[in-house]
């Protein structure tokens, strides 16, 4: 792949700092918009070709970078590579503006052809970590007592030491209950599964594994996510009533093909990222920057401004 990397943190980079303009003030609109627009100007000023195929809109009634749109520099030059861009300015719209925790934005770029894509609202998610997926092989449509048996043995922790994630919606509790009863402990999020999947691969975070229905672009981008940190993924394509639409389980393999890199930067701080902070010569940003290639993990702070603060230099 082209290197695209370090003009892709400044993608979400941007998208991040816009929307932190909007932290705590209410207004979904605004911050959706100025991330949006921030990411599309970006992009378009990469030496790249890019499709965006997994996009905004359809669940969050967005403002552009749909599927279909083609940016970057070379959008309108022939026999170039189109890369296939999978995006979301703001995971987390609802705790940007209410000041909540673990907003990012996020961008995945995949090679052409590799990115699944579907006109669907959900998907049911089982993600875990590298330590997790040497040693055993989950599966979504198992009943989840076993699942749970299956990661005790395989990280050596007893169940009630075994942390779940799953999205706090009453379409899961009935799940919810299930997990309560089997014993393990329940991190409920509100928002952003995306950064739950992650967590599952930093031993740091003490979650062992995601479960349960989320937004299907968000899958997508789990997908590119889980495939640089080595982690493992099993999805289930669900309409918007939370019913099956596709019988099939996919795996990472399945939702993307061929390498893809991967770049989230902080909006609000959470498990994996610091927010977007304002000092006194400009915005500094804390990003993770993943290529699946070589497995390459980057945690990268940048000072937007000409100097560091002097309270921050060596
Ligand atoms: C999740 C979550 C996202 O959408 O995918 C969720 O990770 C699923 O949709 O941050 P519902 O809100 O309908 O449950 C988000 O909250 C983003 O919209």
Redesign the pocket.
């Known amino acids: 792949m082209i290197d695209i990397s370090l003009g892709l943190v400044r993608v979400t980079e941007a998208a991040a700092i816009a929307a932190s303009a909007w932290i705590g003030r209410g207004d979904k609109e605004s911050a959706d918009k100025a991330a949006t627009q921030a990411m599309r100007e970006r992009l378009n000023q990469m030496d790249f070709s890019g499709k965006v195929v997994i996009g905004e809109g359809k669940?969050?009634n967005s403002f552009g970078l749909y599927g279909g749109e083609v940016l970057g520099k070379f959008a309108k030059t022939k026999n170039v590579p189109v890369y296939e861009l999978a995006v979301d300015p703001i995971?987390?719209?609802?705790p940007t503006v209410t000041s909540g925790p673990e907003a990012m934005s996020v961008i995945a770029v995949g090679e052409q052809g590799s990115l699944f894509s579907t006109a669907e609202f959900y998907m049911n998610k089982l993600a875990y970590g590298p330590e997790i997926a040497r040693k055993t092989e989950l599966h979504l449509n198992e009943p989840l007592k076993q699942t749970i048996e299956r990661v005790s043995k395989a990280t050596g922790k007893a169940v009630s030491k075994i942390m779940v994630c799953i999205?706090d919606?009453p379409r899961h509790e009935k799940a919810v209950a299930e997990l309560r009863s089997i014993g393990v402990r329940i991190k409920l999020i509100q928002?952003?599964?995306?950064s739950g999947a992650i967590a599952c691969c930093l031993p740091q975070s003490g979650i062992d594994l995601l479960y349960g229905i989320?937004?299907a672009p968000?899958g997508v981008i789990t997908a590119c996510a889980m495939k640089c940190l080595r982690g493992a993924l099993q999805v289930q394509v669900m309409t918007k009533e939370c019913k099956i639409a596709d019988p099939k389980i996919y795996s990472i393999n399945d939702l993307v093909r061929g390498h893809c890199i991967f770049s989230a930067t902080g909006i609000t701080n959470g498990s994996l990222l610091r927010g977007v902070r304002f000092t006194s010569t400009g915005p500094v940003t804390y990003s993770v920057f993943m290529r699946s290639e070589s497995g390459t993990i980057r945690w990268i702070t940048a000072y937007h401004g000409n100097l560091m603060p002097p309270s921050e230099s060596a």
């Open positions: 669940k969050d995971d987390g719209t609802r999205l919606r928002d952003c599964d995306i989320g937004g968000e």
